[in-house]
């Protein structure tokens, strides 16, 4: 758990140098308006953000999608039991006519 810690905190000074060396790079950027002197690391931060908002609203989407597929399979199977427990309580129960 400690070497995992210090991994982590390694990982993040790596970062933070990396970010302060890179901070003077600019460019211009068109997102339905030309924006100039953008630093790169923004945009780069700005992808990643968006890219997880993406991930997230389309693993909500599976598992909606995957529960309404269960309950309806249940609802199905629910269905197919009841009927055959019908069938079933009517013939167990022969008339004598």
């Known amino acids: 758990m400690l070497a995992l810690l210090i991994i982590i905190l390694v990982l993040i000074v ?3 140098i990396f970010i302060g060396y890179n901070l003077s790079y600019v460019t211009t950027f068109w997102f339905f308006h ?3 002197d953008v630093p790169v690391l923004v945009l780069v931060f700005f992808a990643f ?3 997880m908002c993406i991930s997230i609203l389309f693993l909500l989407a599976a598992k909606l999608l995957k529960m309404k597929k269960a309950a309806a399979q249940e609802s199905k199977s ?3 039991n009841s ?3 019908e069938k079933t309580s009517n013939t167990d129960n022969p008339t004598n006519e």
């Open 83 to 85: 009927i055959t427990t």
């Open 14 to 16: 790596i970062l933070a």
């Open 78 to 80: 629910e269905d197919k």
């Open 34 to 36: 030309t924006y100039t």
């Open 49 to 51: 953000a968006a890219g």
